[in-house]
């Protein structure tokens, strides 16, 4: 397939930034297939010890991919990656996909499997474990039609090493409001062991500071005005 075959990618998957939160599906299309892809790849490199002409000849393969798939390239607007609401992992690949189970307006439970990809040694990397919170985090704290928020602070508890390779629980709590200030929570559990826990702000944007945003454009600005 070539750039000329497709019209729009918007045509086929319409991603929007409505609402950044619902519970996630184990859909199987192209895009989900073609991100699948990627985390396994890297997870075989992370595993790998490849010889000099086996490293070699995968990496001219891995930059021929880079090449066909810059045929397609589109604006941050227009990109598919990171606004599959409907994936586990959101459609990218930086932070470990995360299984949305249930969600309400105020508190959401989800699971993530972290493999060596994502490993510090023998146990999950500690700037990884943030990634994992702010994602639902970020999405509770957003979701509800709630105006646009950023990230003031996460401050990450580190209660025991977080094991590879098995099912991590992760929950999140919109632990309260004032004025712009979103107060939220959060625990990582493996089995009944507390893995970390979380107390996160964020701060609603003023309009202005939605400017550069477009995503915000709609909701943020105007029903913060
Ligand atoms: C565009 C939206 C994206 C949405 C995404 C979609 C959702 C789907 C998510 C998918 C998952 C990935 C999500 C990644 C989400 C990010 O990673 S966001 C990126 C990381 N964060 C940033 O880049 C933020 C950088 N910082 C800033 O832009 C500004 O500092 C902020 C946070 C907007 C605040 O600035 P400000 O509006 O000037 O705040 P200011 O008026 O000074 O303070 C307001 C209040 O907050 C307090 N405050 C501010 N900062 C702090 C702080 N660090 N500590 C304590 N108190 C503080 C102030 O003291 C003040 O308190 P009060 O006096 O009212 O009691």
């Not at 699948?36 to 790998?48: F, K, M, N, P």
């Not at 891995?62 to 390239?73: G, I, K, M, P, T």
């Amino acid at each position: 397939m070539d750039a000329t075959t497709v019209s729009t990618t918007d045509d086929i998957w319409s991603p929007s930034w409505d609402d950044p939160f619902e519970p996630t599906t184990d859909r199987d299309d192209e895009f989900a297939e073609l991100t699948d892809a990627l985390r396994a790849v890297q997870e075989a490199v992370t595993r790998s010890r490849p010889t000099p002409d086996a490293a070699g000849r995968t990496a001219r393969t891995l930059r021929d991919l880079a090449a066909r798939l810059a045929a397609f390239e589109v604006g941050e607007d227009e990109q598919i990656s990171g606004r599959r609401w409907d994936l586990a992992g959101r459609g990218q690949t930086l932070t470990p996909a995360l299984h949305l189970d249930e969600v309400t307006d105020n508190r959401a439970r989800g699971r993530v499997l972290v493999g060596r990809f994502h490993s510090g040694r023998y146990a999950m990397n500690g700037g990884v474990t943030p990634l994992i919170f702010d994602e639902i985090l970020a999405r509770l704290a957003n979701s509800c039609g709630r105006p646009w928020a950023r990230t003031a602070y996460l401050h990450v508890n580190y209660r025991a090493p977080a094991p590879l390779d098995v099912e991590l629980r992760v929950e999140a709590e919109f632990a309260g409001q004032d004025g712009r200030k979103r107060f939220m929570r959060g625990a990582m559990h493996h089995g009944d062991v507390l893995v970390a826990d979380v107390e996160g702000l964020w701060i609603e944007l003023k309009p202005e500071q939605t400017q550069n945003v477009s995503l915000a454009v709609g909701r943020g600005a105007e029903e913060n005005s």
